[in-house]
């Protein structure tokens, strides 16, 4: 008894490599917290205030006006009616490309993993080089066959090119989640006679609500953000959110109105920022699931 | 009597890799077959085959006279139970129970009969409305069983299903299955790699070594007579002892060790031998006996000890016979000391004799 260790556990002691850690994530977070202040504070400044230049200040009298400006009314070059359009494009292409996008691409995964086939690997190995080609090579090739698809500029031409373009990380994603999954399962809902469609729905989805959340995630910013496809594939009426933001904020009519730009801008990334706010937590959860197994 | 199972010339692959190559045995209606063998032989792969979950790369498979080698498993009357129990977590217990039965699309009000039937004859009556994470893994396995019970299949298939249970459950359920099998009669295959549970279950044995079968034959036959050395060295706990020597003909014929020699007048050879021979002669440590017996025995002699262990009912001694580790089981109650001398003895009747090089019995 006398020779084991006594007393309280030490508790942990800041040592030089938790200073460091500490260090270095709270630069980080000052270097991209810094721009979100500035960005808040501007677009709740009037632009006299803003005019005389101290960009760090807090607003001296806080007003509403350029957030309802950059919702309703602000310019692009052609119309003046906000960015609301833009939000409600944005929202018509998101749903169905994310539902689209994550239904094909689950199906693949569970297919990859649970029914090889011969050339399998090899499907699989194509798929997965696919999503390093870039999108530039692309995007032409891609242009003249949703045109032939009669397709090109319009809701279901940039449906179509989303679900394309989330088909190899999303396959990979759900493929790697299912094979993590007890192989036996699989073989006793066999035995038990489902099929491929009875084990998908019956037993592999329920299991696997985390990865469908990620990749839900993980879609919904991806096409919220993006800029280009919307820009090529969209057609003029349906341009997304991130389009009219540009138009806004480049629109070179009259004075350059930083507070409505700084509320537009925060507006269109809104949507990506609630829903990390939302679901990170399953979000982390969910990617070291589908890691654990290649 | 006629035969539930055939399979004929069974070879499975993956890949480069041969796992089963030109496999044929024979399952009896009704039989319990063990598949014994260590880990990585081949007998999941095996199961996995008669079960319909693995493409086969050569042979056939017959289940009740119906060829069944390219067939789906849901269509060859069979349920398995895993070692991982596999239930699915998200169903209740009456829902695991009731998925093959809804897939094969039985009426409800039947469905539930057969439900109230199996937990009743695994008593699970009172778990039906539980998740499987709410369950201990006595529990979960009984369910897998039940799976496969209501489903009222031809042929139960179980790979290992007892290894993730502890030692006191693992006896416990031994015996519920075994009790099952006699009350239903089916026909059986029952993977494992304990010896244990093969000898206590099955009516007969197939010992598995790279993807083929050893020695089939019933629990006391493969006990007494293992046709060769791989075989009588993974039955039987402690493992058979091992001397090397050679044959020496005449009459009677003649074990010879390096110190001493064997009369083999009681040994039933099996296959002619040669003069010289090097063979390697096995005993299994209770069939030593020791003390005054031992002398009246065709063979004793005086050894030392030199490592007991006490097991309770028995006492296991190590010691050296021809320099080599020979065991000796004694009756746990006599007292025994490291440096005590003993005088042992054995029968070569209940010996087995492998040649040296082939493995296989003389
Ligand atoms: N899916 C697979 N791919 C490649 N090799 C496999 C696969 N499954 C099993 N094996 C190999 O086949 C051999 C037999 O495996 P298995 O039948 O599971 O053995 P056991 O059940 O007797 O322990 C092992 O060497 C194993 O590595
Ligand atoms: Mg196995």
Known sequence: ????????????????????????????????????????????KGLPEIRMGNIFALPVEVTFAPWAKAWDSACTGLYCEGLKTGFWNSVIITIPSVIVSIAIASVNGYALSNWKFKGSEVFFTILIFGSFIPFQVMLYPLVIVTRELGIFGSLWGIIFIHTIFGMPILTLLFRNYFA????????????????????FFKIMVPMSVPIFVVAVILQITGIWNDFLFGVVFAGTENFPMTVQLNNIVNSKQGVTEYNVNMAATILTGAVPLIVYFLSGKYFVRGIAAGAVKG | MKNSIEI???????????????????????????????????????LNCIAGLLDVSGGQIFINGDNVTWKEPKERGI??????????????????LSFGLKNSKVPKDEIEKKIAHAAGILQIESLLKRKPGELSGGQRQRVAIGRALVREVEVFLFDEPLSNL?????????????????????????????????????????????GLVQQLDDPRTIYNNPVNKYVAGFIGS?????????????????????????????????????????????????????????SEMPFSQEVEVEIIEPMGSDTLVWTKLNNQDFRFMLDGQIAINTGDKVNIGFDPKISSIFDEATELRV
Not at chain 2, 89 to 95: A, D
């Open chain 1, 1 to 44: 008894m006398m020779n084991e260790p006594y007393g309280p556990r030490p508790g942990k002691i800041l040592n030089p490599t938790r200073i460091m850690v500490y260090g270095v994530l709270i630069v980080a977070a000052i270097y991209y917290l810094l721009p979100l202040y500035i960005m808040i504070t501007t677009s709740m």
């Open chain 1, 180 to 199: 993590s999954l007890p192989e036996e399962l699989f073989k006793a809902a066999r035995v038990d006679g489902a099929g491929f469609w009875g084990i």
């Open chain 2, 8 to 46: 004929r010339d069974l070879s499975l692959n993956f890949g480069a890799v041969k796992v089963l190559t030109d496999l044929n045995l024979d399952i009896q209606d009704g039989e319990f077959l063990v598949l014994l063998g260590a880990s990585g032989c081949g007998k999941s792969t095996l």
């Open chain 2, 79 to 96: 349920g398995m139970v895993f070692q991982s129990y596999a239930l699915y977590p998200q169903m209740t217990v009456e829902g695991n």
């Open chain 2, 166 to 210: 502890d030692a006191k459950l693992r006896a416990d359920l031994r015996v519920e299955i075994k009790r099952l099998h006699q009350k239903l009669k089916n026909t059986m295959i029952y993977v494992t790699h304990d010896q244990i549970e093969a000898m206590t279950l099955a009516d007969r044995i197939a010992i598995m070594k790279d």
């Open chain 2, 238 to 294: 402690p493992g058979m002892n091992f001397l090397d020597g050679q044959l020496k003909a005449g009459e009677p014929a003649s074990f010879k060790m390096a110190e001493g020699s064997v009369d083999l007048t009681n040994y039933a050879f099996q296959q002619s031998f040669t003069d010289g021979q090097k063979v390697t002669f096995g005993i299994r440590p209770e069939h030593i006996v020791v003390g005054d017996e031992a």
